[in-house]
Nanobody, 126 residues
Framework: QVQLVESGGGLVQAGGSLRLSCAAS????????MGWFRQAPGKEREFVAS????????YYLDSVKGRFTISRDNAKNTVYLQMTSLKPEDTAVYYC???????????????????WGQGTQVTVSL
């Protein structure tokens, strides 16, 4: 099994930036397709971004394209989500997830992921 711990969330003004990290332990993340999801209050959890094992493929929610960048450092066993030009509608709990199947992408379906972190809160104020 792999354990995932997110960090880097916080309170930021609109237009600001944050970088979320997802540190994995237990197994090397190089074997996992990785994703970021988010859940805003009163809403269902939604896909934000995903990245293939070798980082050759990245996929994004349309509303974050050009603002968010997902990356991974398999040597550090960490996945990142760089968020820029943040908007109040980006406010949510952000979750990191790992998919142990042979998924090549795009990884938009929550049910395909086997492991989840506990989430980190991102709040964007006006």
């Amino acid at each position: 099994q792999v354990q995932l711990v997110e960090s880097g969330g916080g309170l930021v003004q609109a237009g600001g930036s944050l970088r979320l990290s997802c540190a994995a332990s237990g197994r090397a993340i190089g074997r996992y397709f990785m994703g970021w999801f988010r859940q805003a209050p009163g809403k269902e959890r939604e896909f934000v971004a995903s990245i293939s094992r070798g980082a050759s493929g990245t996929y994004y929610l349309d509303s974050v394209k050009g603002r968010f960048t997902i990356s991974r450092d398999n040597a550090k066993n960490t996945v990142y989500l760089q968020m820029t030009s943040l908007k109040p509608e980006d406010t949510a709990v952000y979750y990191c997830a790992a998919d142990s199947s042979l998924t090549a992408g795009p990884g938009r379906v929550e049910g395909q992921y086997d492991y989840w972190g506990q989430g980190t809160q991102v709040t964007v104020s006006l």
